[in-house]
């Protein structure tokens, strides 16, 4: 009697492909009732394919991904409108690249233009995905680079100093602890640290300033933090009073918790504008933690949400107990 060969490890069991096969065949993927000419079909089938991966891989990977929601606030608030022929956005720490075409198309339909997308990503797979991302939704020219952008920023100009943009967005590590790893914080060639070094346990400061350094003096920014950034004392509490003495902090949205997939803490979009510096007297303050829906075991911003938020920071209305416009001197 001739005895099988097969062992265990040839018997059928679940693999990358027919995982991949399976999130592909969910209707959440079917565009095909609902299909309208001009419709992104593969960027939206690709976007969907990031939020799933995202919430898959939580802690691990979940950081590449930037909630759509959270994206379309930061685009809504940046004053888009006032783009033209020729400018500029810029992700330090773009992950998978969601967030700066958010940024894209917000500006697309707001202005008709096709704004130059800049983005760097430390992470040489994720860094992939993002060129991936930038192809599907007709972004061809984007330019990504995988590097540390702390330690080498790729974007400069020929004497060498930081290139500067016109629109700055990022949604990047929070609380780093490595952030000084390969960085010169006493003679830093670019100039970043000019307001103080942040601790060399936390990297909040680190990007913030990074981000200051990068947008053009009539540059505009939205930056997810932590909250800690608005209370921390000791250096962080110098480096915010520099920030805030010269108004570059146009407002605060502080979000609700559990948002997004690598952390559960609560975060807040900081508006930075330097071309209203000079003359600003206070940051509008808006606290839109409790506006939002349960999704599983994450948190999502509803459309009334979004459209609360960017209604009311885009008028400055005062609202009580939801916004407020802090004077400087509080």
Known sequence: MTRSTRSSADSPRPTTSSNLIAIFNTPALDFRGNRAEGDDLLGDAYEYLMRHFATESGKSKGQFYTPAEVSRVMAKVL????????????????????????????????????????????????????????????????????????????????????????????????????????????HDPYHRFEFGVPPAKNGDYAFLLHILASLKSTGKGAVIHPHGVLFRGGAEAAIRRE?????????????????????????????????????????????????????????????????RIVDTFTRQVEIAQYSRLVPTAE
């Open 79 to 186: 004053d888009l409108g006032s783009a033209q022929i020729g400018d500029s956005i810029y992700d330090p720490t773009c992950g998978s690249g969601s967030l700066l075409l958010k940024v894209h198309d917000e500006a697309r339909s707001r202005t008709r233009l096709d704004l130059a997308l800049y983005g760097q990503e430390m992470d040489n797979a994720t860094a992939a995905l993002a060129r991936m991302n930038m192809i599907l939704h007709d972004c061809p020219t984007a330019e990504i680079w995988k590097d540390n952008t702390l330690a080498n920023p790729h974007f400069r100009n020929a004497d060498g100093r930081l290139k500067t943009f016109d629109f700055v967005v990022a949604n990047f590590p929070f609380s780093n602890k490595a952030w000084s790893n390969g960085v010169n914080v006493t």
């Open 243 to 307: 920030i805030v003495k010269r108004g570059y902090i146009k407002g605060i949205i502080g979000l609700p918790a559990n948002l997004f997939y690598g952390t559960g803490i609560p975060a807040c979009i900081l508006v930075l504008d330097k071309e209203g510096a000079a003359g600003r007297k206070g940051i509008f303050m808006v606290d839109a933690s409790k506006g939002f829906i349960k999704d599983g075991n994450k948190n999502r911003l509803r459309a009334q949400d979004i459209h």
